[in-house]
């Protein structure tokens, strides 16, 4: 049953809404969709977390945290799109719908996926369902923003196929490439074929991430996509990738080589930082810049698995508490640009005064994204800085600090001035607010106040868990 509901039955109401000759119809079954695969995402939480379905399908620690992510947010949106997909346009939401359904499967193939060959064939198919998306206005900009991000994940991805590939010739004496046999032998796969196929698999899914310097297309994608897609693009997607890069990290811990990838993560982390901290100082518009932040927290989370022990840990818990974040913003984001009609930073004023609510929401967003206490982010960022400490690598330090520091203020300096400053309007009366678009910014601020300043048990033994299968903790 649980193979049904959260596999398959989005596809068939994929199919069903692009059988459907009306809109209006279309926004139910999405909403549906997403509370019934909510609903048996919950439900796991009642079985252990080892679960096997078939040898290709099933679920441990880190997938079990992952699809959680994937199902909350994927229910925020579809609540946000009921009164997104109100107001009258040209186009049809036909696309959108069907796409973000299939999306949805996609996803959660991805978590569930105990085979390095099916986990990239679910990578892939979610790079393709995402292209669509992306162009859902069908402007200039984010036509070319969609080939863009076709052409470096198409590249990304085959990078991926071929270090999966050379995976399977280190496991030559194994004859397989299912996770648990990789795992279980790992000692006897071949050191040097497996550090090819680790830095081709680390390059190939790293730009799936965003990771500097095969961050390229996030921009101009997160820049051109409609808010809600850039929400999924930027929490569940990069989750989807980061757990890709994890499985990566998995067999090379457990074939001893983790002197070898540990020092690839770090630098691919600290470079991510820095990209990220030169491109948001005078960045102009507001997608854009939260390109740029998402570029910054997937180098956090590999810096994390770099630095091990604790900082796996921490990497969990950022990962969890940024998909959140970063799905609040953009919807908030999304918000500002159905009011204001830009998406251009100086076009965007006194939004606390014009849309209070969003207003309130973004200020929040600013608060939890720059790991401000006593939110989850200053929590992980804290840990990992420990572990820097601990292992005593005073440059990464240094570097670390000063791009989170020159991130923080730049993200303040347009943030603040976009809700605190004078709008251009003022004695225009303030348009009401969509009760549908604000609910799912009061879901995802509920959840952030639970994964991360109270960090309920479960929740907790879950990331312990998780981090366990890197030997962390």
Same mark, same amino acid.
């Given at each position: 049953m649980e193979l049904f509901l959260l596999l398959s039955l989005p596809l068939l109401m994929a199919a069903l809404v692009f059988a459907m000759p009306q809109d209006g119809l279309r926004k139910p079954v999405l909403l549906s969709t997403a509370s019934i695969h909510l609903s048996a995402t919950a439900a796991l939480w009642q079985g252990p977390r080892d679960v096997h379905f078939n040898a290709f399908l099933g679920f441990d620690a880190l997938s079990h945290l992952v699809l959680n992510i994937i199902s909350i947010l994927f229910?925020?949106?579809?609540?946000?799109?009921?009164?997104?997909?109100?107001?009258?346009?040209?186009?049809?939401?036909?696309?959108?719908?069907g796409c973000l359904l299939c999306l949805l499967s996609a996803m959660t193939l991805v978590t569930m996926s105990r085979h390095m060959g099916l986990l990239w064939i679910a990578i892939a198919v979610t790079t393709l369902l995402s292209a669509p998306l992306i162009n859902y206005y069908r402007t200039g900009a984010s036509i070319e923003a969609t080939w863009k991000y076709l052409l470096i994940s198409s590249l990304?991805?085959?990078l991926g196929l071929l +270090?999966?590939?050379?995976?399977?010739?280190?496991?030559?004496?194994?004859?397989?490439?299912?996770l648990e046999d990789i795992l279980a032998n790992a000692a006897s796969l071949s050191p040097s074929w497996l550090k090819l196929s680790a830095i081709f698999l680390l390059v190939g899914y790293g730009t799936k991430m965003g990771l500097a310097p095969m961050h390229a297309w996030k921009p101009d994608a997160y820049g051109e996509a409609p808010a809600p897609v850039g929400a999924l693009m930027s929490g569940a997607l990069t989750g989807c990738a980061f757990l890709a890069v994890f499985r990566v990290?998995?067999?090379?811990?457990?074939?001893?080589?983790?002197?070898?990838?540990?020092?690839?993560?770090?630098l691919l982390g600290v470079l991510s930082l820095g990209i990220a901290?030169?491109?948001?100082?005078?960045?102009?518009?507001?997608?854009?810049?939260?390109?740029?932040?998402?570029?910054?927290?997937?180098?956090? &989370?590999?810096? +994390?698995?770099?630095?091990?022990?604790?900082?796996?840990?921490?990497? &969990?818990?950022?990962?969890?508490?940024?998909?959140?974040?970063k799905g609040l913003i953009f919807l908030a984001a999304g918000n500002l640009y159905r009011h204001f009609n830009t998406r251009k930073i100086e076009g965007i004023r006194g939004a606390i005064h014009t849309v209070p609510a969003t207003g309130i929401f973004l200020v929040l967003g600013l608060l939890v994204i720059t790991?401000?206490?006593?939110?989850?982010?200053?929590?992980?960022?804290?840990?990992?800085?420990?572990?820097? &400490?601990?292992?005593?690598?005073?440059?990464?330090?240094?570097?670390?600090?000063?791009?989170?520091?020159?991130?923080?203020? +730049?993200?303040?300096?347009?943030?603040?001035?976009?809700?605190? +400053?004078?709008?251009?309007?003022?004695?225009?009366?303030a348009p009401k607010e969509d009760l549908f678009m604000v609910a799912p910014l009061v879901i995802l601020a509920l959840v952030l106040v639970f994964t991360g300043v109270f960090v309920p048990g479960p929740l907790y033994g879950l990331i312990?868990?998780?981090s366990a299968l890197l030997g962390g903790g």
């Open positions: 229910f925020a949106v579809a609540v946000y799109l009921t009164g997104h997909l109100k107001e009258k346009r040209k186009r049809s939401n036909r696309i959108l719908t990304g991805i085959a +270090g999966t590939l050379f995976l399977a010739v280190s496991a030559t004496s194994l004859k397989t490439i299912f990290a998995q067999i090379c811990f457990h074939a001893h080589l983790q002197e070898f990838i540990s020092p690839v993560f770090i901290a030169v491109f948001i100082i005078g960045q102009k518009d507001f997608s854009r810049m939260l390109g740029y932040s998402s570029v910054e927290h997937m180098g956090i &989370l590999v810096l +994390g698995l770099g630095l091990g022990g604790g900082a796996i840990w921490a990497s &969990l818990f950022h990962m969890v508490n940024n998909a959140f974040a790991g401000f206490p006593p939110f989850g982010i200053f929590y992980s960022e804290l840990l990992i800085l420990k572990a820097a &400490l601990a292992t005593g690598r005073y440059v990464v330090i240094f570097f670390y600090l000063l791009f989170l520091s020159v991130i923080f203020f +730049g993200y303040a300096r347009i943030i603040l001035d976009m809700a605190l +400053g004078k709008p251009d309007n003022a004695d225009v009366a312990n868990e998780a």
